[in-house]
């Protein structure tokens, strides 16, 4: 059964730290992993990855995907109030149906 | 800039009625996704459309819900009846064409009483 699971769960930093998010899966015919972000509406895209070990960056967020491990994480440094949402981790998978993780609950606090 | 398009944005209706969702996504975009999002959930897919036709509908459950995109453009996501458990956010999403990113609707939260 393919699987999205998204570490930690949920996470709560101080304003001006870096964090890491996770994202491991297990799916038949992988085609790319996404990431979004959610705040109190529906997902905003941030990345797509399909090759490995090749970097994405905008800005203060960057991600990076290790298919030989399944695995991909999303940094964001020097954290902002206003990153605090859900990061969502989705993969799209044979006839590009998109498979995601449960998501990551980040709080930052000032 | 494009973006999703979704209606109504809130629907609270009783248990056993009928509820009809509306999704007319960025222009040009020929597949189209609704998926379902239970609070505290990852978004989960229900129907896909490339153009007017079904690709995936293996998560939909047929017995209640429907959906249709008749000219391959703005879709409708039917539940019929609706049940306690229907409560959720509907999103709607569109991609350009296969293996691109798709682009999220501000999505339909529904509540049945």
């Known amino acids: 059964e393919d699987k999205v699971v998204q570490s930690p769960l949920s996470l709560v930093v101080h304003e001006g730290d870096t964090v890491t998010l996770n994202c491991s899966y297990e799916?038949?015919?992988?085609?790319?992993l996404l990431w979004y972000k959610q705040e109190k509406k529906a997902p905003t895209f941030l990345f797509m990855l399909?090759?490995?070990?090749i970097e994405k960056k905008s800005g203060r967020l960057s991600s990076i995907l290790d298919k030989k491990e399944l695995f991909s994480i999303l940094n964001i440094t020097a954290t902002q109030t206003g990153d605090s949402a859900i990061y969502l981790c989705?993969?799209?998978?044979?006839?590009?149906?998109?498979?995601f993780g449960q998501g990551t609950r980040l709080t930052i606090n000032p | 800039e494009a973006e999703v398009a979704q209606s109504p944005r809130y629907k609270i209706t009783e248990k056993s009625q009928a509820v009809a969702f509306w999704c007319d996504p960025i222009?040009?975009?020929?597949?189209l996704y609704w998926y379902r999002q239970i609070l505290g959930q990852g978004p989960e897919l229900l129907v896909q459309?490339?153009?007017?036709?079904?690709?995936?509908d293996s998560q939909l459950p047929k017995d209640r819900f429907s959906a249709e995109r008749l000219k391959g453009v703005d879709s409708t996501l039917k539940i019929q009846p609706a049940e306690l458990g229907d409560s959720a956010m509907y999103l709607c999403?569109?991609?350009?064409?296969?293996?691109?990113?798709?682009?999220f609707g501000p999505g339909t939260r529904l509540t049945v009483l």
């Open positions: 999403a569109s991609s350009l064409r296969l293996y691109n990113e798709q682009f």
């Open positions: 799916v038949t015919n992988f085609r790319s």
């Open positions: 399909t090759s490995s070990g």
């Open positions: 989705a993969l799209i998978q044979g006839a590009q149906k998109l498979v």
């Open positions: 222009s040009g975009h020929a597949t």
């Open positions: 459309f490339q153009d007017e036709s079904v690709v995936d």
